[in-house]
């Protein structure tokens, strides 16, 4: 993919991750295609990192994936005995106690959760593979604009492990438990057309098209009224949580906000 980030100088540019901000849009970019935009835990402090860095004004936050795939999943030299140097291996992992280890896979989520804040909308462009981790960060994305060639796959259990980082509640979101168990549990490959029947994706264009439609969908977010988008992300990601009363009463509280403050009586 072409970079469409590539007049601006980067906010961020460090460990295969690149953040540039256009006003009110920023594009977090995977930056290593070489290595297929493989992830390793200096990725992810680099992604939490670009999340702390947003300046106020952005509203729309665009993901994409340099190169032929969007993401490969872990760096494969996580797997080897010898690990990534600098960085804890596997083994060392499971050789920490029980808060250790769960504050080391909390560390790794911090990458994952930024995503879904009430102010911004992310889109997530994706190309090609998104395997695993990679799958797992574009779901952490509000919305999904795929290329036709798009593969996921939810590959962790296959390795003896379980998707960890933050992907299995969207997934769920999205395409309901049963599916979400059969793609988990087999680790097959969700093509184009099954990813926009089953809600995985929100459109899919060809690939040379990709760049074009994430952008005319950021203009379309960005057209309306930053505080509107923000009540109505909080009022839908609170929905399956509460009863249907429970979302009546948070969408007359909601709206009494917005026209209290189109009135110019907010607080």
Not at 151 to 171: C, I, K, N, W, Y
């Amino acid at each position: 993919m072409a970079s469409p980030d590539q007049d601006l100088a980067p906010v961020l540019d460090k460990d295969g991750v690149r953040l540039t901000v256009d006003d009110a849009l920023a594009t977090v970019t995977l930056a290593n295609p070489a290595k297929r935009n493989a992830q390793s835990p200096a990725l992810w402090r680099a992604l939490a990192e670009a999340g702390r860095l947003l300046p106020g004004s952005v509203r729309v936050v665009v993901l994409r994936g340099e190169g032929r795939s969007f993401s490969a999943g872990l760096d494969r030299q996580m797997f080897t005995p010898e690990g990534i140097p600098g960085e804890p291996t596997f083994i060392d992992l499971a050789r920490r106690d029980d808060a250790g280890l769960d504050a080391n896979i909390a560390e790794f989520q911090e990458a994952f959760t930024w995503w879904r804040r009430n102010d911004i909308v992310s889109v997530a462009a994706v190309q090609g593979h998104a395997i695993g981790a990679g799958f797992q960060l574009a779901l952490a994305c509000d919305l999904r604009v795929v290329a036709d060639d798009v593969q996921f796959a939810m590959r962790e259990t296959s390795l003896g492990l379980v998707p960890d980082l933050t992907g299995t509640h969207p997934l769920v979101g999205l395409v309901g438990y049963a599916r979400a168990l059969e793609i988990c549990a087999t680790g097959r490959f969700v093509g184009v057309e099954e990813s926009v029947a089953s809600g995985l994706a929100n459109i899919a264009v060809p690939g040379d098209q990709l760049d074009d439609a994430v952008r005319d969908l950021a203009a379309a977010l960005l057209a309306a009224p930053r505080d509107a988008v923000a009540e109505t992300k909080a009022l839908l990601r609170g929905a399956a949580d509460r009863t249907y009363d429970e979302q009546r009463a948070a969408e007359r509280a909601a709206q009494a906000r917005r026209l209290r403050d189109l009135a110019g009586l907010g607080e």
